[in-house]
């Protein structure tokens, strides 16, 4: 186990060098740059951010001064638009903004994920079965772009519950419409898969064993199927993180959080480079180690995995 | 999986070995009766039949498409405007009209979607806006399918170290943020053209989308290459590229062909979270992506420029999920999950 760990961190570091280099590229291959959006500036201008940032120098400079200050002490640098502020205390101001966020989402779509998925498997083809894949299939289906503002449509302009937008500290009524817009495709991609590996697992042996020497449906259920029936949702949890963050560029957006997805979108659309960078590097280390997390958990709960 | 082509030249017994198992109601031939073989196809297409969901998901697309392509010619013809017809003679300062509304509030058919801000007609936009989210959905999954198939295809046939470095390489990229990237990638290189930028969105999201694929394209070759058809092909001196194309990929197709029909519905999400963003599609052109991004705007006080829009795609992604795992259970028997 110790020894997977050290390789798949040995896999990992230079991974998220190589994404940092591509960002890195893309942003410098394209035409123009951060200060050429709204309108000309005059010559000198230009020379003097120019000088300031160190765009005059040749790539290799550039990129090696970067690569330096980020394997050195984890630093991006300042942010560009955000004058004054780095990288680093931006990300660490949004972040728990878009962790309570996701983190809450997450949890919720495992719960009735996980409930909706049982209860359709183990009464299979039933109305139970049928009208709950059909609601997945509807979470699915539902842009959460769309899904959101119907949302805020009907519980804040509609029927006066709930407040539509704006981060309200933590914990807060505010957050409850973007938790349930954020979670609804997991619920359904978890129940969906829940369902899948409970039949599957239902129908093997050592469920038949479980059941032959006397256990009551509820323990067979609990501790025999789930353990095996929820496999597929404990590898889904690594693409999952992936999907989430993206879910939550959009949430944030729409519910006007200042979250990190937020943060990534602004820094796009302004070129602001470190700040870019900082935020893509650092979802890639969340999310590499989140799957290296995910394969350690697998192989605790299933003992026919074995790591070598 | 599927029939061989360069066997499948009269309509007999052509099934693959492995899929011979799978072929349930084979009538016992009656005397004198020429015995009609089932193909891999027809069988599939009966069992996509009886599949009322699936069915039910196969109209749906069909209509949508057809509505899409057509209607805004049929709209022109009717009542005589183009979707990015923008009236000028409005009585009224606001211009987005309730569904079956008029200038003047009374009942009218021209707009059954209503309109938007600048008094276009709703459904001829939500069609038009059609063509281009079903375009970009198939194209980006041909060009997954290109590198997707060629990859798997490469991997699976020469297999040992290349095939090793080459999925390396995949588990690598399965596990980057490749939204991100792809956020970074339209961001920077925005077109000044909509076209331009369309054609980016085909590159970014045919690009990331074909790992899983050259994960099935790999997994069938490898399945597939020791079987007799692939010596006698061998044998007789074919080429190596030959094999892996003419021999090999036509039998993976069943898989193939499920999977790109589950591709086409998430990037034609993705296509609208990425237009949803601005950096999607660009005006004049429009999808269902950027056309509720425009009514997200206008939310509070008219709800159905952003619903019409909304629940088109919606209803069209649930058909093409649904359509999707019917073919899943038509195909491919094995994978199943009943």
Redesign the interface.
């Known amino acids: 186990m110790l020894r997977f760990i050290v390789r798949r961190l040995l896999v990992t570091i230079p991974t998220i060098l190589v994404v940092i280099t591509i960002t890195w590229g893309l942003i410098k291959l394209a035409p123009g740059n951060f200060y050429s959006g709204e309108k000309r500036l005059p010559p000198a201008i230009e020379k003097a951010i120019r000088d300031k940032y160190g765009l005059d120098k040749p790539w290799y400079q550039q990129y090696g001064k970067m690569m330096w200050g980020i394997l050195r002490h984890l630093d991006f640098g300042t942010s560009l638009r955000f004058e004054g502020q780095s990288v680093n205390t931006i990300i660490r101001r949004s972040l728990p903004v878009s962790a309570a966020v996701g983190i809450l989402a997450y949890l919720l779509a495992l719960i009735v994920g996980i409930t909706a998925g049982s209860i359709a498997a183990l009464k299979q083809n039933s109305k139970w079965d049928y009208g709950s894949m059909a609601l997945a299939m509807l979470g699915i289906s539902v842009p959460n772009f769309v899904l959101g503002p119907i949302l805020v449509l009907i519980f804040s302009l509609g029927l006066y519950w709930l407040p539509p937008s704006r981060w309200g500290g933590f914990p807060s009524r505010n957050l409850i419409l973007p938790i349930l817009t954020l979670s609804a495709i997991y619920m359904a991609y978890i129940a969906r898969l829940t369902r899948a590996g409970m039949l599957e697992v239902l129908r093997s042996d050592y469920i038949r064993t479980a059941r032959a020497k006397g256990l009551s449906e509820k323990d067979v259920v609990i501790r025999h199927a789930l353990r095996g029936g929820l496999m597929p949702v404990v590898s889904y949890t690594g693409p999952a993180l992936a999907f989430l963050l993206t879910g939550t560029v959009v949430v944030e957006r729409i519910f006007a959080l200042p979250g990190l997805g937020n943060y990534f979108i602004q820094a796009s659309l302004n070129r602001d480079e470190p700040l870019i960078i900082g935020i893509v590097a650092f979802i890639s280390i969340t999310l590499l180690l989140m799957n290296m997390l995910v394969d350690i958990a697998y192989a605790f709960l299933d003992p026919r995995v074995r790591y070598h | 999986m599927a029939t061989n082509k360069h066997t499948d030249e009269t309509d007999l017994i052509h099934v693959a070995p492995e899929m011979a198992v799978a072929e349930a109601d084979v009538r016992p031939a009656e005397a004198g009766e020429f015995v009609q073989g089932t193909s891999l196809w027809r069988d599939a297409w009966r069992r996509l039949l009886k599949n009322k969901l699936a069915v039910f998901g196969l109209i749906v697309v069909g209509i949508v498409t057809l509505a899409s392509i057509v209607g805004p010619t049929l709209i022109k013809r009717t009542f005589g405007f183009t979707p990015d017809y923008i009236p000028t003679d409005y009585p009224t300062l606001i211009r987005s009209f309730p569904p079956f509304t008029g200038p003047n509030g009374e009942f009218s058919w021209t707009h059954p979607m209503g309109t938007d801000n600048a008094g276009r007609d709703q459904l001829a936009r939500v069609l038009q806006g059609g063509q281009i989210s079903l375009f970009v959905g198939i194209i980006a999954t041909l060009v997954s399918l290109l590198i997707g198939i060629s990859y798997g295809a490469i991997a699976g046939y020469f297999g040992g170290r290349l095939d090793n470095l080459m999925m390396r390489v995949v588990d690598?990229l399965?596990?980057?943020?490749?939204?991100?990237?792809v956020?970074?990638?339209l961001?920077?290189?925005r077109s000044q053209t909509p076209r331009g930028q369309l054609t980016l969105l085909f590159i970014a999201l045919g690009s990331v989308s074909w790992l899983t694929m050259a994960r099935i394209v790999r997994g069938q070759v490898l399945s597939l290459k020791n079987q007799e058809f692939v010596l006698a092909a061998r044998a007789t001196g074919v080429s190596g590229a030959r094999i892996i194309f003419r021999h090999l990929v036509p039998n993976t197709l069943g898989p193939v062909i499920v999977y790109a029909t589950l591709t086409i519905?998430q990037i034609m999400?993705t296509e609208?979270?990425l237009s949803?963003?601005?950096?999607g599609v660009q005006a004049p052109l429009a999808s269902w992506?950027s056309l509720?991004?425009d009514?997200?705007q206008n939310?509070?006080i008219f709800?159905w420029q952003?619903?019409f829009p909304?629940?088109t795609?919606?209803?069209t992604?649930?058909s093409l999920?649904?359509l999707g795992d019917g073919l899943r259970d038509a195909l491919d028997p094995q994978m199943r999950?009943?």
């Open positions: 690598v399965y596990s980057l943020p490749y939204v991100i990237v956020i970074v990638l961001s920077m290189f519905p999400l609208a979270f949803f963003l601005g950096i992506g509720a991004a009514g997200v939310i509070a709800p952003l619903i909304g629940v795609m919606a209803l992604l649930f999920n649904f999950t009943v």
